[in-house]
C-alpha cells in the first residue's frame, strides 16, 4: 500500500466488535487524512480472513498513540 505512514490510534477501551474497530481505524485514518483509496484497501485486506486477520491487518496500519 502507498501510504508509508501509519495511522495514529489505540484499539484500548474500544468494543473488540469487528465493525466497531474498523469504524474506529477509518475515523481516525480519515481524520489524519490517508486517502479514502488507501483507507479502503486496508479495510478490504482486513475482511479478506477471519477475526484474527482483521485485527492484525487493522494493526500492521496503526501506531498507537500514547496521548
Do not use: C, P
Not at 465493525?19 to 483507507?39: C, D, H, N, P, V
Amino acid at each position: 500500500m502507498s501510504e508509508e505512514r501509519k495511522v495514529l490510534g489505540s484499539f484500548d477501551g474500544i468494543n473488540g466488535n469487528a465493525f466497531m474497530l474498523m469504524g474506529y481505524f477509518q475515523q481516525q485514518a480519515t481524520r489524519q487524512r490517508f486517502s479514502k483509496e488507501w483507507i479502503k484497501k486496508v479495510l478490504d485486506e482486513a475482511m479478506r480472513g477471519d477475526y484474527n486477520h482483521l485485527v492484525g491487518t487493522l494493526l500492521i496500519h496503526m501506531e498507537k498513540n500514547d496521548a
